[in-house]
């Protein structure tokens, strides 16, 4: 090589011999070395890819500060809605007392409000459990019910996946037991918020989205209208980062921890299947689905390590209940049933509503933020369309987004948790921003669209309004 560069750089300084002539003997060696040294660079520079800053992952402190930042912020928010919200507005599972109005000639009752700050509710432990709250922690401390699935039995705890229950279980183990199974639920949850930001904004950047974009793509979901799930003892935090790490690390082809994440999220939530298939048809993308080699084994054994807690988990579900599939055959108990894609909302549209009698859906609240969410998509494939069908991994995560959102409306004939459902849909946002990054004021739209249903959520939550579960 450096032979090669010689012969270069002495076919140059034989172009112009007065030049050299001149030059001292010591200073010829230094004019030779320096020539070389440029001529290296040079090649170097254009063998290699060139990355332009905007779709390089940063590593400067300034992003980590924000994302600290903006998630203690919304931390914040989310107690002080939930503190007025409980003192100013009525709970849904009990009565408010109330008073006469007090103007002449009125008959009118008035809500009591307290007047002593000493007096007002706070959110304490107990108000963070609701619903699905109560199966975790049980889970977390006893573990599945004790049935079999062909005798009669109420609803089994088999339909919540095993995986947020078992990182309670296992910080449980190592903490003192003074620490109560709610606060550890609590911690981990936004724990795993804060990884899954800094998953989300180094997505964004890879994508090609600049710092700000990236910064909005990652507020967008932290107000997303359900985001508060993120916050408190559900499965949403834990499920969304270890999706959008199977994704960083697939999008960087570092295959051992995306199988890994991947194969998690299996045990997290239902439509963890669908990471697990993104992860392995973008490996089969990048390697080339002819191409696999003897070489390629430890692929091979990576895809059979993100196997291992689905199948540890059905089997572990078949010595208890004698069914493998009990987590879905019991779905029937709880309600719910797989339909069509979409009859739900088509369902709506046919019959609008605004609630049910039972309080567990409101039918408007769901059927805009559905809305919203597939019209963003339907949007990115006319708009984008180019660079969608020209690339497999783009089509690939199109493909996942869609799942994401076809799956929980296949489970039922209602909208019931559709909001809490949508919020872990991430290309969603990342669609949003791409195709907005231009008309920032179309951004803020849908962000103030969000933001007040935010609002909305996190008062219903704490007032056990049944429709935000």
């Known amino acids: 090589m450096n032979g090669a560069f010689s012969g270069m750089i002495e076919r140059r300084l034989q172009t112009n011999p007065e030049k050299v002539q001149s030059l001292a003997p010591n200073e010829r060696m230094f004019s030779l070395e320096t020539n070389i040294s440029q001529q290296q660079a040079a090649i170097a520079a254009t063998a290699l890819p ?46 408010s007392d109330y008073k006469e109005a007090g103007w002449p000639g009125s008959q009118e009752q008035m809500m009591l409000i307290e007047t002593e700050m000493l007096e007002t509710k706070v959110p304490i432990r107990k108000t963070f459990m609701t619903a699905d709250t109560f199966a975790y922690v049980n889970m977390a401390e006893s573990g599945y019910d004790n049935y079999k699935i062909d005798e009669p039995h109420p609803p089994a705890n088999w339909v919540f996946f095993p995986m947020f229950p078992l990182a309670m279980r296992a910080v449980m183990e190592i903490t003192p037991s003074s620490l109560d199974p709610i606060a550890i639920g609590l911690i981990l949850s936004n724990l795993f918020l804060l990884a899954a930001m800094i998953f989300f904004y180094k997505i964004a950047i890879l994508r090609g989205l600049k710092d700000m974009h990236a910064r909005i793509v990652v507020c967008l979901l932290l107000i997303a209208p359900a985001a508060l799930f993120f916050a408190v003892p559900y499965t949403e935090s834990l499920f969304l980062m270890l999706a959008l790490g199977a994704v960083y690390f697939s999008m960087t082809r570092n295959w051992l921890p995306a199988f890994l994440l991947a194969g998690l999220t299996t045990v997290t939530r239902n439509v963890g299947a669908v990471i697990f298939l993104y992860t392995f048809c973008s490996m089969l993308l990048h390697k080339g689905i002819w191409r696999f080699h003897w070489r390629d084994w430890r692929l091979l054994l990576y895809v059979l390590l993100g196997c291992v807690p689905l199948a540890s988990y059905l089997g572990y579900m078949k010595w208890l209940t004698g069914d493998f599939l009990a987590p879905l055959n019991e779905q029937i108990n709880w309600g719910r049933h797989t339909t069509l894609p979409f009859v739900s909302y088509i369902r709506y549209l046919k019959h609008p509503y605004f609630g049910t009698s039972s309080g567990w859906e409101n039918g408007l609240i769901s059927f805009a933020i559905a809305t919203a969410v597939l019209l963003v998509f339907i949007a990115y494939a006319l708009v984008k369309r180019g660079k969608l069908f020209k690339s497999g991994q783009e089509l690939l995560l199109y493909g996942t987004g869609l799942l994401l959102v076809i799956i929980p409306f296949s489970s039922g004939e209602h909208l019931a948790s559709i909001p809490r459902y949508m919020t872990v849909c991430f290309p969603f946002y990342l669609y949003l921003v791409e195709m907005l990054r231009r008309q920032l004021t179309a951004v803020a739209g849908y962000a103030l669209f969000s933001f007040m249903f935010h609002f909305i959520f996190i008062i219903g939550y704490f007032n056990r309004y049944l429709f935000v579960f």
Not at 73 to 85: D, N
């Open 50 to 95: 060139q990355l332009s800053p905007e779709t390089t992952p940063t590593r400067d402190a300034k992003p980590i500060r924000f994302l600290v930042t903006i998630f203690i912020l919304t931390r914040i928010l989310i107690y002080v809605t939930a503190y007025f919200g409980m003192n100013l507005f009525s709970f849904y599972d009990h009565p």
